[in-house]
């Protein structure tokens, strides 16, 4: 049914949009793709498993592992990153898929290879039942709280952006690195809040999307990384706002192949869909022609 393919594509696409803004803001700020930011998010739900068996209540669970992913999300900025802040690009972009590789790793030694159930004694009954029903269409609690949370983190990160000083900053260094360090801007602490930021939303996307599957395993993060990236160039790569809209798009194209085509070709219809956006506007939905900031 249509309309239940919407809502289930519009749910899917709302995740898609999480993991795309943290892309698209680390782009943004040093145009570096953070291939690592997919584990980022498989880290995220795996954290979260930790801190409930430590005895946590969920809510708790959730914001410790969404402070942890962020701590990561620095520590990655500042061991493998930063000192490659000169080098070529191609040497920031191999080191990513380096990080990417040896996170995923890091989780198998640590949780196993073999995907694990969301503990569900943690998710309280009620998420499982329908909270809206109208004809055929039923939305769940757990869609619910999924619009809930991925609408307020967007409409925060968009405070942030437009309404801080280091929102300020951030837009500064996207326009021009050299020009806002000599503004008295500190690069590297901005460039490390966004790190921090961007991983924050991903790891929350990756607790969601656990808890609405009911599963998780260290390669999660690879095929949502690269969705997330693809609906980040869907929307104009640099763009928040573009990455929002690419995520829904991606997600809502993805479900409906899914439920017209054939499951198999999901994936297929998605890129398909920002293929043709791509061809014919190469700078995205939203997106604006890159031009050298040199």
Known sequence: MLEQQLVNGFTLGLIYALIAVGY????????????AHGEIYMLGAFLTLSFISLGLPLPVAVLLAMLAAAAIGVLLDIVAYRPLREAPR?????????????LQNLAMIIWGSRPLPFPKQAIPAFFNEPALTFSDVTISWMQVIIYA?????????????????????????????????????????????????????????????????????????????????????????GSVPGAMLGGVVLGIA???????????????????????????????????????KA
């Open 149 to 237: 949370v991925a609408v307020a983190l967007m409409v925060g990160l968009n405070l942030i952006i437009t309404k801080t000083r280091v929102g300020t900053a951030m837009r500064a260094l996207a326009q021009n690195q050299t020009a806002a360090a000599l503004m008295g801007i500190n690069v590297n602490r901005v460039i490390t809040f966004t790190f921090a930021l961007g991983s924050a939303m991903g790891a929350m996307a990756g607790i969601m999307v656990s808890m609405y599957y009911n599963t998780m395993y260290p390669t999660m993060g690879y095929l949502a990384g690269v969705k997330a990236f693809a609906a980040a160039v869907l929307g104009g790569i």
């Open 254 to 292: 993805e479900t409906l192949g899914a439920g017209y085509i054939s499951s198999p070709y999901r994936d297929g219809v998605a890129y398909a869909v920002m293929i043709l956006v791509i061809i014919f506007r190469p700078s995205g939905l939203l997106g604006r022609a890159v031009t050298d």
């Open 24 to 35: 698209t803001m680390v782009y943004g700020v040093i145009e570096l793709i953070n291939f």
């Open 90 to 102: 191609l040497a920031a972009l191999i080191t990513a898929i380096g990080m990417s590789i040896f």
